[in-house]
């Protein structure tokens, strides 16, 4: 009940925050939106299935890129690319997900991590010279819906408000189903998941799968939003964030996740003038934070085990 009210509150929120609020305030509203969808499709694979993905921003910059090149290079409205947006990562994340699926903890995270270094690569040197190396890709198109275009700064913040909800109905609907459960059991022990008949290595690669599909339309929203793409966008530094931001909020927990994304990219956005000090001020406060909340800031709760149990 706490976590529902917290959730109604903060939709309600979103909801009326660009009546108030300037156009800078709505872009970074909508810089929060997007990067809120692309932290929960991290905690799938990390807060639910229980892997160590550090090369999360692949997806991301795979979806960016898909309408980055489809709009700005062949013209296709931006709502068409949508679902390429979708589709391209989710094939890959299949692809690379399959042959290393089975490596635990840190050697699945310095695989993924590999691999986010080799996608920045690929990107940079211009990759079948569509990528448009270092610099990018500039001029993306907006989206327009039977002849609405949209084109103001809060018309943009709904429809990544829209793809948020949508995030938030997945994963609620994820969590109450047969799938959620055995993501669950993987979690918490995998080789007890195989003995009960969960096929532990389909529901890892599906993990990926969703995942890399949510983190697609963010990407989308990305490129929609900044009308350009660029490889540094999406480095491994930004994998470490999006990891960060699961262990930070609490794994599996949507209020933790989204209050972790909200210390991550909007209060350094607030703080913007003391850019030298402000990663440092908050390095300091997630060391912080992992010593007084361990488990995270609103860590997840299964159930209402008694005391005496727990301890």
Same mark, same amino acid.
């Given at each position: ?117 080799? $996608?920045? #690569? ?7 010279? &569509?990528? @448009? %190396?270092?610099?990018? =890709?500039? +001029? /993306?198109? *907006? ?28 994963i609620r609907n994820l969590e109450s189903s047969k799938t959620g459960r055995a ?52 480095? $491994?530094? #930004? ?7 699961? &262990?930070? @909020? %609490?794994?599996?927990? =949507?209020? +933790? /996740?989204? *209050? ?52």
């Amino acid at each position: 009940m706490k976590k529902n009210s917290f959730l109604i509150a903060l939709l309600l929120f979103f909801i009326i925050f660009p009546l108030f609020s300037n156009s800078s305030w709505i872009a970074i509203g909508t810089t929060f939106l997007i990067y809120s969808i692309v932290s929960l499709s991290q905690d799938i694979v990390l807060g639910r299935a229980g892997m160590f993905d550090m090369g999360h921003a692949i997806y991301f910059g795979m979806g960016a890129y898909t309408t980055a090149i489809l709009s700005s290079t062949y013209g296709m409205p931006i709502l068409l690319t949508l679902p390429f947006a979708v589709l391209v990562p989710m094939i890959f994340s299949i692809l690379l997900a399959s042959p290393i699926v089975h490596l635990k903890g840190d050697y699945l995270l310095v695989a993924t991590l590999g691999f986010n270094v080799v $996608f920045e #690569q690929a990107l940079k040197n211009n990759i079948f010279g &569509i990528t @448009g %190396g270092p610099n990018g =890709i500039f +001029g /993306v198109g *907006i989206p327009e819906i039977f002849g609405l275009e949209f084109t103001s700064q809060a018309s943009i913040y709904y429809f990544a408000l829209f793809f948020l909800l949508l995030t938030l109905i997945i994963i609620r609907n994820l969590e109450s189903s047969k799938t959620g459960r055995a993501l669950h059991y993987v979690h918490e022990d995998s080789l007890a998941a195989e003995t009960i008949g969960i096929n532990t290595r389909f529901y890892k690669i599906f993990a990926f799968a969703i995942s890399a599909a949510l983190a697609g339309i963010a990407g989308a929203l990305f490129a929609v939003q900044y009308s350009a793409v660029s490889p540094e966008a999406f480095d $491994f530094v #930004q994998s470490v964030l999006f990891f960060t931001i699961v &262990i930070v @909020g %609490g794994e599996s927990s =949507i209020p +933790g /996740v989204l *209050i972790g994304t909200f210390l991550m990219f909007v209060v350094p956005e607030i703080f913007r003038e003391f850019a030298a000090a402000r990663y440092f001020v908050f390095g300091i406060a997630m060391i912080l934070t992992m010593i007084l909340r361990p488990k995270g800031i609103w860590p997840v709760k299964f159930g209402k085990i008694p005391n005496y149990i727990r301890s």
